[in-house]
């Protein structure tokens, strides 16, 4: 990841941070440009080891959640959460021939019964921004950026702006993450497209990949949530 990619992930943390929405929170940081900056970095490729590495990403906003709510510095929480998702990840570099299809509807199965038990969202203060904190927040970025070098298909969902944002989103994590794990669906889609448009090139894999996920993003944002009702 080069100082533009760090800029970008510091860009994505800044505009979470301005944003009073916990919902909007959760679409801005799913925006997949980390993920098609390690695109192109890594070859442009996808396989069903990025679907995976969704889950591990969403896994990671919850461990790191959990933690945080069992008293655990929120720093601390955010190292444990990376170190975990690192010690899954790595061994499942292995698995380069899995169906792709059938490890799609998994994942979707997965995020359907998920979201039916998600609560509904909360709504957090949005903070001013000193320039001591925009500061802080890119040169947080450059220490991240490199992180995910080592994770060859995972690095394209290693949370690089997750490991920030986490800090970010402490005072309503777990919202944020009840949240987010719904926006993740526009993010399977985006590799789900990337994937099947691929072998006609990474520049219309990419258009195809970033129009589902602006689609799904945006039926997401529109759909109303239905929950059972507390007083029958």
Known sequence: MTIV????????????????????????????????????????????RHLLGVVLLVL????????YRRGVPILLADGLGVA????????????????????????????????????????????????LSVLLVVG???????LGGALQGFVVTFPYSGVLVVVETR???????RQFAR???????FLAAFHYVQPYGTGWALAAAWTTHLTI???LLLTPARYPSAHR
């Open 5 to 48: 990619s760090a800029l970008l992930i510091a860009a994505v943390v800044l505009a979470v941070r301005l944003v009073s929405s916990v919902r909007l929170k959760a679409a801005v940081y799913s925006l997949p440009i980390p993920m098609t900056l390690a695109l192109l970095g890594s070859g442009g490729h996808v396989d069903a």
């Open 60 to 67: 990671f906003f919850v461990t790191v959640g959990t933690l």
């Open 84 to 131: 975990a998702y690192l010690l899954v990840a790595w061994p499942l570099t292995a698995l380069d021939r899995l169906p792709f299809l059938p490890v799609l509807a998994a994942v979707v199965l997965l995020w359907t019964i998920a979201a039916a038990r998600r609560p509904p969202g909360l709504r957090a203060a949005p903070e001013r921004l000193g320039p």
């Open 140 to 146: 947080a970025a450059l220490l991240t950026a490199p």
């Open 171 to 177: 005072r309503s994590l777990a919202a944020f993450t």
């Open 183 to 189: 926006a993740a669906l526009a993010l399977v889609a």
């Open 217 to 219: 993003t945006a039926a």
